[in-house]
């Protein structure tokens, strides 16, 4: 019975262990993504667009009113509603 139970707690702990390590990764990846963001803002305030979409979502919008459309490619792909809004 007590090997049982000593397997099951060792099954826990490493459940436990690979659970926060994947959160703490998690977490330092959305971290990393905020921070390039404020950094690209901070960077570059273009002129901006003044052809936005309103329906599609304030993360595309603020990009395009920022003139991120025509700087980042993948832009196109991703925001096409508020890069082709024209």
């Not at 993504?33 to 803002?41: A, G, P, Y």
Request: aromatic share 6%.
């Amino acid at each position: 019975m007590s090997r049982i139970a000593i397997l099951l707690f060792v099954a826990f702990l490493l459940v436990a262990g690979i659970s926060a390590k994947s959160t703490a990764h998690f977490k330092k990846n959305v971290l990393a993504d905020l921070f390039k963001e404020r950094r690209f803002n901070a960077k570059r305030d273009p002129a901006g667009s003044t052809c936005v979409n309103i329906d599609v979502d304030s993360f595309c919008d603020g990009m395009a009113e920022r003139g991120a459309c025509n700087i980042i490619p993948q832009m196109a792909t991703n925001c096409a509603k508020a890069c082709n809004s024209c």
